[in-house]
Structure formats: C-alpha cells, structure tokens
C-alpha cells in the first residue's frame, strides 16, 4: 500500500483548525477516488521537546498510481486548495510505503 502523510503544522488556533478539519476538510478527503484507508493522527507530544505538528493526517491507496490520480481527480484539487482556508501551520506532504510488521520480527 502507498500512502501520503499530511504533516500540518501548529496552527494559529489549534480548536478552529479541529473544527474545521472535522467539519470541512475531512469530508472533501473522503470523497478522494481509490482512497482504502484514512487515519488521523492527532499529535498530543513528542519524546523530546515539543512538537511543531499538530496533526498528521495518513491517506492509504492500493498503488503509486492510484494514488496520483487521486491527487490529480477534482476532489484532490479542491482538498489541496482547501489547505490555504484552515492549515496556517503550514503543511508537508510526502509519500510512502505503508508497512505493517509482526510485533516478533527481528
């Protein structure tokens, strides 16, 4: 599975940036064509210091390629676009493969 990791920033108001998340940029993600898995990782603190995100959002698609015409369809132009109403932490957006491991691998 590929994924792509939103890494949102502190925002300026961590309770209007959740509401907004909750209320309109999470439904737009749904709508995401090829979309097989969405988490929200919720960043509650670092092992050491403090963390500069404040959410990590992590969107799973079957292929590279399915995931790029996501990203290309109507509905991942207007979930790009809607960053600039709501993320004033800023965003990183990256790609990677999403792995589970056995908890007894060594």
Same mark, same amino acid.
């Given at each position: ?12 108001? $961590?309770? /209007?940036?959740?509401?907004? *998340? ?12 090829? +979309? %097989? ?8 603190? $670092?092992? /050491?210091?403090?963390?500069? *995100? ?12 399915? +995931? %790029? ?8 132009? $207007? ?28």
């Amino acid at each position: 599975m590929i994924g792509l990791l939103v890494l949102f920033g502190k925002p300026l108001d $961590a309770a /209007e940036f959740d509401r907004y *998340f909750e209320q309109e940029h999470f439904p737009l993600a749904a709508l995401l064509p090829g +979309l %097989q898995d969405i988490r929200v990782n919720r960043v509650v603190g $670092a092992v /050491e210091g403090v963390s500069g *995100f404040h959410m990590v959002l992590q969107l799973g698609f079957d292929s590279a390629e399915e +995931l %790029q015409n996501s990203l290309n369809s109507s509905a991942g132009q $207007a979930m790009a676009r809607d960053y600039s109403n709501f993320a004033s932490g800023g965003t990183e957006l990256l790609i990677c493969h999403l792995e589970t491991s056995p908890m007894n691998a060594h």
